[in-house]
């Protein structure tokens, strides 16, 4: 890669660690930050600090923002305006929501800034490494201008459609991992008092038809192919989760995140999928959204 100067607004621990692969990739830095002491680790990195985000669109045709709320992009944004040349490409790699994005290009785009997205999908470490990966989203001509730049800091670039399908990735993603940090936490303080010794059961959920079956199996197999026929059914599901929640309480032990499921069960027994697998909760959603989240024919696996 040919050298070139980017510019990087936030220089947290997210910033931070972009600097180094960026330096290795042979791409100068223009960095901003408000916080005297980044500005300083941002200089030890080899960063050269801009006054202010005018100054830093000056300098630069490509411009990271690493910022920690979405409220504080839209200020950056307003900031960049008086100093912004028509064509400079901003591309968003805080953690907002597509709405923020769209808040986001409603006021870059009266000046002729172009806007791309870029969500971080890993750790500091990984990023800091040049290993991360980048859930990107925009218009094909301007993730192809950014794509030199996030490459050098990823193992992977995923091009995830339009604006906002990155950032809506990491959040769904995130809430994902949230959810199932509490559900094994239960898991684990269940085990805890019937004396089963945790590694057995993460040894248990690590099985192949462990917690990656409903993933796997129900989402990839069944729901985005449509197919409910046989398997484990809705009604079975909502006795196991009766069984829980029953444990719970015999055993002194909270199960909130456990509890909160289990009236899902419930209605998809009352809408009359109970004799289907019980991927077929899917179809609750189907409702609520008015649309088929079947995406394929029918797989081979099943079971």
């Known amino acids: 890669m040919s050298a070139t100067t980017i510019g990087l607004i936030g220089l947290g621990n997210i910033g931070q660690a972009m600097l180094g692969p960026l330096g290795r990739a042979g791409i100068a830095v223009v960095g901003c930050d408000i916080a005297p002491e980044r500005q300083a680790q941002a200089r030890a990195q080899g960063a050269a600090i801009a006054a202010d985000p005018a100054a830093v669109a000056r300098a630069a045709d490509l411009v990271l923002?690493?910022?920690?709320?979405?409220?504080?992009?839209?200020?950056?944004?307003?900031?960049?305006l008086p100093a912004a040349r028509p064509g400079l490409l901003v591309v968003e790699t805080s953690t907002v929501l597509p709405?923020?994005?769209?808040?986001?290009?409603?006021?870059?785009?009266?000046?002729?800034?172009?806007l791309a997205?870029?969500?971080v999908a890993g750790g500091v470490a990984d990023l800091a490494r040049g290993q991360t990966t980048f859930l990107a989203a925009g218009e094909a001509p301007d993730l192809d201008r950014a794509e030199p730049v996030l490459g050098a800091m990823a193992r992977e670039v995923l091009r995830l459609g339009p604006r906002g399908a990155g950032m809506g990735a990491k959040v769904i993603i995130n809430a994902v991992y949230h959810a199932e940090m509490v559900v094994l936490v239960e898991a684990a303080a269940l085990a805890k008092r019937i004396g089963l010794p945790l590694l057995h059961l993460h040894d248990l959920l690590a099985r192949p038809n462990g917690i990656m079956r409903p993933l796997a199996h129900r989402l990839r197999e069944r729901i985005m192919a449509g197919d409910y026929q046989g398997?484990?059914?809705?009604?079975?599901?909502?006795k196991d989760s009766e069984l829980v929640l029953k444990m719970g309480l015999d055993l002194g032990v909270p199960l909130p995140m456990m509890n909160a499921t289990h009236p899902v069960y419930e209605m998809g027994v009352a809408a009359g999928h109970g004799e289907l697998d019980y991927a077929a909760l899917a179809k609750l959603w189907e409702g609520f959204i008015a649309a088929s989240l079947a995406e394929g024919?029918?797989?081979?696996?099943r079971g």
């Open 65 to 80: 923002f690493s910022l920690p709320r979405a409220e504080t992009s839209r200020a950056v944004m307003g900031a960049l």
């Open 99 to 114: 709405s923020d994005m769209e808040a986001l290009a409603a006021i870059a785009a009266p000046a002729g800034i172009r």
């Open 117 to 119: 997205e870029a969500a």
């Open 231 to 238: 398997g484990m059914s809705t009604r079975n599901a909502r």
């Open 297 to 301: 024919p029918p797989a081979e696996k």
